[in-house]
């Protein structure tokens, strides 16, 4: 079983920057894809970045050039920093990893952390 725990989240105003972590734990994985998603209020739930075992990474169009994300492989943790954040940037942001376990891959849920940014 792996268990993701999200931290990082908060109030800023427009401009400002957050950095969000997740720490992935367990035993008997190997992770394969960690990202982030986001779901604002009424909304459906989005892909915001993700990263690879390889390190590539892919981004929503909407954070290009401001949210960096990044993982510590010996940590299993990936981190988004965001900045310049507009009000549109405003949700619940949840930690997804996608591990394998045996010959099966698993997808994994953080529990969301609350991002506001003020105008």
């Known amino acids: 079983q792996v268990q993701l725990v999200e931290s990082g989240g908060g109030l800023v105003q427009a401009g400002g920057s957050l950095r969000l972590s997740c720490a992935a734990s367990g035993s008997g994985f190997s992770i394969n894809v960690m990202g982030w998603y986001r779901q604002a209020p009424g909304k459906q739930r989005e892909l915001v970045a993700t990263i690879n075992s390889g390190g590539s990474t892919n981004y929503a169009d909407s954070v290009k050039g401001r949210f960096t994300i990044s993982r510590d492989n010996a940590k299993n943790t990936v981190y988004l920093q965001m900045n310049s954040l507009k009000p549109e940037d405003t949700a619940v942001y949840y930690c997804?990893?996608?591990?394998?376990?045996?010959?099966?891959?698993?997808?994994?849920w953080g529990q969301g952390t609350q991002v506001t940014v003020s105008s």
């Open positions: 997804n990893l996608i591990a394998t376990m045996g010959v099966r891959k698993y997808a994994y």
